[in-house]
């Protein structure tokens, strides 16, 4: 069963840094294009960032550019994302997810492509 896990959210205040990290259970997310979406109470899902196979050339949605950042570990089949400077406006939960082409060359957060997701893990940013 393939299945995407999220984990490293918590209470974090503004200024601060926060590392999510998605792993995967029977898959190996280097063939995959892997993106980070979140959702906030009350608003719709919203693409975060995306990173390719290669893990070069990360894209990202503009009110996180220059905050956060996405990496992958291929050797421990592992996709971060590293937030700095957190706003309360980053309070969501993030979800990772996995384009559904292999080795696909589309690097998008276009929910269309992605067909496997992972349960979230929330993020507070306050005081």
């Known amino acids: 069963q393939f299945e995407l896990v999220e984990s490293g959210g918590g209470l974090v205040q503004p200024g601060g840094s926060l590392r999510l990290i998605c792993a995967a259970s029977?898959?190996?997310?280097?063939?995959?294009?892997i993106g980070w979406f979140r959702q906030a109470p009350g608003k719709e899902r919203e693409g975060v960032g995306c990173i390719g196979t290669t893990g070069g050339s990360p894209s990202y949605v503009e009110s996180v550019k220059g905050r956060f950042s996405i990496s992958r570990d291929n050797a421990k089949n592992l996709v971060y994302l590293q937030m700095n400077a957190v706003k309360s406006e980053d309070t969501a939960t993030y979800y990772c997810a996995r384009e559904s082409t292999v080795y696909s060359a589309v690097v998008t957060t276009e929910t269309y492509f992605f067909d496997l997701w992972g349960q979230g893990t929330h993020v507070t940013v306050s005081s």
């Open positions: 029977e898959l190996k997310l280097d063939r995959y294009v």
